[in-house]
């Protein structure tokens, strides 16, 4: 399967401190996005790096890419209550006509 | 930003009937529409590929008979599940490309929630 795969599963936090979500994934990419879903709620894009580029920003997220280990990150700094989300990671892979393939999803709770 | 509605945002239905999910880009044109379902506590797994003017792909495992898609115009693409069955309830997430920007951009509408008893 090409699904990108999140870690961890889930992630409690305390406000204030930072969230590092992990995605992998198994064929090239052209590009890999991170999306947020509030419960019950359609997806919000948060950001997205391409193949070629190593690391982005994005307010108070940073996410980066190794390509050789197929491996994403996504950091949330000095993180809120109002973080807390499901966060998917999705894979643009090559020859893949720009369908995305979603991961399993990372649930975050920030404790007030 | 690019806006993509749809509607409606639940249904509750009887099983054997059948329900239309409409899906509109509201600020730009859309090319290409996709159909996600997404089981609760689960990922978002593609259903079709939504091309205007031409008829859908469907990804493997999808009943193309019992999921009809139409791509009728730039800014619209319907979703009918036909002979709805309780084990169809999910959420169901359409996505728009707009034609004139980076290709990689999909816009993402709210969500249909659908229920079968």
């Known amino acids: 399967s090409q699904q990108g795969e999140e870690d961890p599963q889930a992630l409690s936090i305390q406000e204030g401190e930072n969230a590092t979500m992990n995605c992998s994934y198994k064929t090239s990419i052209n590009n890999l996005q991170w999306y947020r879903q509030n419960s019950g709620r359609g997806l919000v894009h948060l950001i997205l790096i391409r193949s070629n580029e190593r690391e982005k920003h994005s307010g108070r997220l940073r996410v980066t890419l190794d390509t050789s280990k197929k491996s994403s990150s996504l950091l949330i700094t000095a993180s809120r209550a109002a973080d807390t989300a499901s966060y998917f990671c999705a894979t643009d892979h090559t020859g893949a006509n720009s369908k995305l393939t979603f991961g399993k999803g990372i649930t975050l709770s920030v404790r007030p | 930003g690019a806006v993509v509605s749809q509607h409606p945002s639940r249904v509750i239905c009887k099983s054997g009937t059948s329900v239309k999910i409409e899906c509109r880009s509201l600020d730009f044109q859309a090319t290409t529409m996709f159909w996600y379902r997404q089981f609760p506590k689960q990922s978002l797994m593609l259903m079709a590929t939504?091309?205007?003017?031409?008829?859908?792909?469907?990804e493997q495992g999808v009943e193309k008979d019992k999921f009809l898609i139409n791509h009728a115009s730039l800014t619209l693409s319907t979703l009918t599940v036909t002979s709805a069955h309780p084990e169809d309830s999910s959420f169901y997430i359409c996505s728009a490309r707009d034609v004139q920007a980076l290709k990689e951009t999909q816009y993402f509408g709210p969500g249909t929630r659908l229920l079968v008893l």
């Open positions: 939504s091309n205007e003017g031409s008829k859908a792909t469907y």
